[in-house]
């Protein structure tokens, strides 16, 4: 029986380590596979949820939606089929750059009442109320004022400003279209003390003519059509050619440009000091590639 009793406590001592080395080893594993599954998984858990929630972020920051590139160089559209219409002031009306029907009525509505705003008289009144720009009659306005301060006792009128149609009387007048009176920039002016008839001759030998030939840039005037530049002679067909020449002799006709290109013009800077035309003006700036096609 002790031999027997003895040999079973040894059976279940047995049993019981192998169990209990089982349980730790079991224990020891789980321990193990426990700690290196935590920190090294939530590290990269994390970086795996971090990082699409960063690049949601980011990514509208990192490369903005592109703002529609406005194109700045569009191609000039001619206005009432003139592309010197771009010059402002400069512009260029005569028999090769031409204006349409729907370009005068628009610049109509762009002018203002000289008679009304300051006065200034219109010697002729079947032409109508003298307009301009706001801009050349605020200086033609200085420019007559200067003018009677200058010459005691004498003034100047208008006698044509802006015109809505042409004239067909030959040379000395243009046909609609092609007139510089097109451009609400130019007035014929008179001193009726002098006489009241446009006569070039008669014209170019007293003082208002020849004080506006003179003054005139001070206040952005040109005298438009100087006998320089005319071209040939009155009798023979229009001349506006590539040269620069105007095609008219008119010593009552002044248009506005601005002072800086007016002083330009009557200083004859780009004309070896001789008074220049507006067109030999604008091709020798380069502002006009050339004077016969109608095509800046
Ligand atoms: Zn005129």
Not at 70 to 94: D, Q, R
Not at 130 to 152: F, I, K, R, V, W
Not at 153 to 166: A, D, N
Request: with cysteine; glycine share 8%; aromatic share 8%.
């Amino acid at each position: 029986m002790k031999h027997l009793s003895h040999k079973k406590l040894i059976v279940v001592l047995s049993f019981t380590l192998l169990a209990m080395t089982a349980i730790i080893i079991t224990f020891t594993i789980l321990k193990l596979t426990h700690i290196n599954n935590q920190p090294e998984n939530r590290t990269e858990e994390q970086t795996t949820e971090e990082k699409p929630e960063e690049n949601l972020e980011e990514e509208p920051e990192e490369t903005p939606a592109p703002e529609p590139t406005k194109e700045e160089s569009e191609a000039p559209v001619p206005i009432g089929g003139n592309c010197s219409m771009k010059l402002g002031n400069l512009m260029l009306i005569n028999a090769n750059y031409t204006v349409d029907t729907n370009f005068i009525a628009n610049r109509r509505n762009e002018l203002i009442d000289l008679t009304a705003t300051y006065g200034i008289k219109e010697a002729n009144q079947w032409n109508g109320t003298p307009m301009l720009t706001a801009e050349a009659g605020t200086h033609l306005n200085d420019m007559l004022n200067a003018y009677s301060a200058e010459n005691q006792g004498h003034s100047l009128s208008t006698m044509s400003c802006f015109r809505s149609v042409g004239t067909s009387c030959g040379r000395l007048c243009a046909a609609t279209g092609t007139s510089d009176h097109h451009t609400g920039l130019t007035c014929d002016l008179i001193d009726t003390t002098y006489g009241s008839t446009l006569d070039t001759d008669y014209l170019s030998s007293h003082p208002d003519w020849q004080w506006l030939h003179q003054n005139s840039y001070k206040y952005g005037f040109i005298d438009r059509y100087v006998p320089e530049w005319a071209g040939s002679s009155m009798n023979e067909p229009l001349n506006v050619n590539e040269a620069g020449t105007t095609g008219y002799y008119e010593t009552w006709h002044f248009r506005y440009v601005g002072i800086p290109a007016a002083t330009d013009i009557a200083t004859g800077k780009y004309n070896n000091g001789a008074y220049d035309s507006l067109e030999h003006y604008l091709k020798a700036t380069g502002k006009i590639n050339s004077l016969t096609s109608g095509d800046c």
